[in-house]
């Protein structure tokens, strides 16, 4: 059930995606959540603080499911990789609003608050992928020892540039499939990739 709070913030998500954090009224997200005007208020003060409780959400959301992996003693190092790729590569596609919000905020962002949760949060993603990796090289799971900061940026980099190059892809393989089919095979496909190219720079040999 989706709480009147989360409603406010999901029509804001939509409409900050499309239109900018400046190009949004409080009208238009009251219009858009089907609340009056004065909810907003009530329940976030501004669109400044609705803003940045919406990248607090968020954000929230991710650094649960980081957590949750670092602590399974049921799989290896390995396997812990390709689960975070999963769970980012999953959030990147379900949370398109909120990731495209997010590359803009990395350009252009001068709230002190934002650039503060975006550090934290790649600051949370390098110390997972640290904890990760050293565990895995001591057990010998990994042979090699990329700078980490790299294993990040090869992740979410190559993660949103193609989540954003989805459409254009699919005009030049010229795909007439459903979108929705074309973006679950092409995900997919994505989602090895990236694992391929991990297992390179980890040093990972699956059948050693």
Not at 53 to 82: H, P
Not at 176 to 187: C, G, L, P, R
Request: with cysteine; proline share 1%; aromatic share 14%.
């Amino acid at each position: 059930m989706v709480s009147k709070e989360e409603n406010i913030l999901f029509a804001a998500e939509k409409l900050f995606a499309e239109k900018g954090f400046e190009g949004t009224s409080t009208r238009e997200i009251s219009k858009a959540a089907n609340v009056n005007i004065s909810m907003i208020s009530y329940y976030f003060g501004s669109k400044e603080k609705l803003y940045e409780k919406l990248v607090e959400y968020r954000i929230s959301e991710g650094q649960f499911f980081a957590k949750d992996i670092l602590e399974r003693t049921d799989i290896n190092e390995w396997q812990k990789i390709e689960r975070i790729v999963d769970q980012f590569s999953g959030r990147v596609r379900n949370h398109k609003c909120f990731y495209r919000i997010m590359q803009r905020e990395q350009l252009y962002t001068e709230n002190p608050q934002i650039v503060e949760f975006l550090k934290q949060t790649k600051m949370g993603f390098i110390s997972m992928y640290s904890q990760v990796l050293e565990s895995g090289l001591k057990k010998g799971i990994f042979t090699k020892n990329p700078p980490i900061y790299l294993l990040h940026a090869t992740v979410s980099g190559t993660l949103f540039y193609a989540s954003n190059a989805k459409d254009m892809y699919k005009e030049f393989l010229n795909d007439t499939e459903d979108d929705t089919v074309f973006e679950e095979k092409y995900y997919t496909e994505l989602n090895k990739h990236i694992k391929y190219l991990l297992k390179d720079l980890l040093g990972y040999e699956e059948n050693k």
